[in-house]
């Protein structure tokens, strides 16, 4: 590249072209879009929204400050001044190469244009162009904000500079660039998605599945592990420590059963060693086992993330650690001794460390929780707080007695300590049932506040009066062990 990207015009508004806006825009690069709908002000603008809210969980701060849309009402204005164009029309060979032309008279002489063709030759699209060397193939996949992949393929009059600035240019914004060899109808990922797609087709027109079990036979098994490996590294694995020859021999003779209405090319020698070799350069010199404990986290992880959304891999982990664990309900009713149930919960995913334990920052989430539980029992619950007042916390002390691990069902008991007119002061223990050992305990002084004067304030008498007969249902308890504990450390006096 000899200068960097300032402007983007995208000339298509539809799902693909605005896709493509918000992910320029997101990164910090003005935009024009150009697209004869009346709507494509308002679909741009939703889905620069829906991106956005992706973009910031996926990166946060580090998002530069966003770039200026523009709704352009020509496409000569979108392309005047822009230093990149990418188009995407709906998929017609005769109408992008019009357009096409369109453009190329109107841009830049410095400009680049990346087609977001899904398998049109670009020798063909750049056919009408007075500048075709201006012209690549950039084939994205949707999201196109999310996804990082663009396949980048140049046509017979595309110059290797104009490949390498478009190739720069998608980098820049976040994306994979795959280069595509040789020209190829569908590129590379289309062809393997249209054979899938293809196969599946054939499936529901016999009759042997439903297009919902197609998705099911995907996403709950060889799509988690296409999401980090790929096919050819899979098999490799599948292929145990001898690797992907021993996978071709050992499997190779099932390409001549019915199993797919597509025919495969002839497991030559030649084909065999290509493959083989191949994967070797692709494994790295990384030993199966070392490659068999990194396919196990990311599966474990990707199931998490899935979890937490309570979806697909997920929602089935999820049911089953609920089956395992029996559920516990925490309600803050009082036990025999007189303690209040506050948390009652198996550890969930999120919650973990790299040690596999409850991660230090979650003991203080449950033992907030905990609190809210009390206060909810003594009527400072969500309805209080929207009016006006509530309780803070202003000094909190934890101590940590043992770990909790992933599914291990925990217990939080409290006990309220004090109270006055305007401070209270509680106790929680946090108990592993599995261990049958206490592992955390909390102590905490709250003060109750009008939050729009942000000052301390007397709290209701009918609030207090239930505060007070917890103290009093817990007073025949010894004092917890804890209670009142500083960190110091030994022979350090503190005065």
């Known amino acids: 590249m000899t200068q960097p990207v300032r402007k983007a015009a995208i000339v298509g508004g539809g799902v693909i072209g605005a896709g493509w806006a ?15 709908d009346p709507e494509t002000g308002r679909k741009t603008a939703e889905v620069v929204g829906n991106a956005r809210r992706a973009m910031i969980r996926l990166h946060g701060q580090a998002l530069p400050a966003e770039g200026v849309l523009t709704i352009a009402s020509t496409l000569a204005e979108a392309v005047a001044d822009a230093d990149f164009i990418q188009e995407s029309l709906p998929e017609r060979e005769d109408l992008k190469q019009r357009v096409l032309a369109q453009i190329d008279a109107a841009m830049p002489d410095h400009a680049v244009i990346g087609s977001s063709t899904s398998g049109l030759l670009p020798s063909r699209l750049q056919s009408a162009m007075t500048r075709p060397d201006r012209l690549v193939v950039g084939h994205p996949f949707n999201p196109v904000y999310l996804l990082p992949l663009v396949e980048v393929c140049g046509g017979e009059q595309t110059s290797q500079q104009t490949i390498d600035t478009a190739a720069a240019i998608y980098e820049r914004i976040g994306m994979k660039v795959l280069k595509v060899r040789k020209e190829i109808d569908g590129f590379i990922a289309d062809r393997l998605l249209e054979a899938v797609w293809r196969e599946g087709l054939w499936l529901i027109n016999d009759g042997i599945a439903t ?3 197609l998705d099911d036979a995907i996403r709950f098994g060889a799509g988690m592990r296409w999401a980090f490996m790929g096919t050819f590294l899979t098999y490799r694995l599948a292929g145990g420590e001898a690797g992907m020859r021993h996978f071709l021999t050992q499997f190779g003779p099932a390409l001549k059963l019915p199993w797919t209405k597509l025919e495969a ?3 030559t020698d030649k084909l065999i060693e290509a493959v083989a070799s191949q994967s070797d350069e692709q494994a790295g010199g990384i030993d199966l086992r070392t490659y068999e404990r990194l396919r196990d986290n990311c599966l474990v992880d990707l199931t998490h993330a899935l979890e937490r959304n309570d979806f697909a891999s997920g929602a089935v982990a999820k049911a089953h650690r609920a089956h395992l664990g029996g559920q516990i309900r925490a309600d803050g009713s009082a036990g025999a001794d007189g303690r209040l149930l506050t948390i009652a919960t198996p550890v ?13 920052h979650y003991y203080l989430k449950l033992f907030g929780d905990a609190t809210d539980v009390v206060l909810e029992r003594i009527g400072a619950g969500t309805d209080y707080v929207a009016a006006g007042n509530s309780w803070y916390t202003v000094e909190t002390h934890i101590r940590h007695l043992g770990q909790a691990r992933l599914g291990e069902p925990v217990e939080v008991r409290t006990r309220v300590l004090a109270v ?17 050992a206490t592992i ?10 009008d939050t729009a004067a942000e000052r301390s304030v007397p709290a209701p008498r009918a609030m207090l009066d239930k505060a007070e007969a917890l103290v009093a249902g817990q007073a025949h308890l010894p004092a917890p062990d804890g209670q009142g504990r500083q960190i110091k450390m030994p022979g350090q006096d503190r005065t």
Do not use: C
């Open 22 to 36: 918000a992910r320029f825009l997101l990164n910090g690069i003005d935009v024009a879009v150009f697209d004869p």
């Open 211 to 213: 297009a919902s079990e």
């Open 265 to 267: 090319p002839e497991l």
């Open 348 to 360: 969930q995913p999120e919650w973990i460390d790299y040690n596999d334990h409850l991660t230090e």
């Open 420 to 436: 006055d007119g305007k401070r209270l002061h509680l106790f929680h223990e946090m108990t592993s049932l599995a261990q049958a």
């Open 440 to 449: 955390a305990t909390a102590e905490h002084m709250l003060v109750h506040v």
